[in-house]
């Protein structure tokens, strides 16, 4: 099992940036996939991005390519997530997350990951 600590959501205006980070503890292995995920109320989790623990390989949501970036701190042993041009609807809280299966893929359903964070909350209003 991994323990997952995020940190970094925030209050932000409308075209702003922030910055979150997920730290894992535990043995981390390189084909594990970092996810990034977002829940808004009475709406299931939604894919935002993820990146392979290895860092050969990304993957992020139409909603957010371009405008965020997922990548990992080598230096911290963390995965980060830039998210620039905040839009009022990417307001949710963010979860980060792990899928342990043994995949050269990336999966895209929150059902796949296997331990999670608990959760910081992003608010994108003026």
């Known amino acids: 099992q991994v323990q997952l600590v995020e940190s970094g959501g925030g209050l932000v205006q409308p075209g702003g940036s922030l910055r979150l980070s997920c730290a894992p503890s535990g043995r981390i292995l390189s084909y594990y996939t970092m996810g990034w995920f977002r829940q808004t109320p009475g709406k299931e989790r939604e894919f935002v991005a993820a990146?392979?623990?290895?860092?050969?390989?990304?993957l992020y949501a139409d909603s957010v390519k371009g405008r965020f970036t997922t990548s990992r701190d080598n230096a911290k042993n963390t995965v980060v997530l830039q998210m620039n041009s905040l839009k009022p609807e990417d307001t949710a809280v963010y979860y980060c997350a792990v899928d342990r299966e043994f995949s050269t893929n990336i999966d895209l359903s929150a059902k796949k990951y296997d331990d999670w964070g608990q959760g910081t909350q992003v608010t994108v209003a003026s």
């Open positions: 990146l392979k623990w290895s860092g050969y390989s990304t």
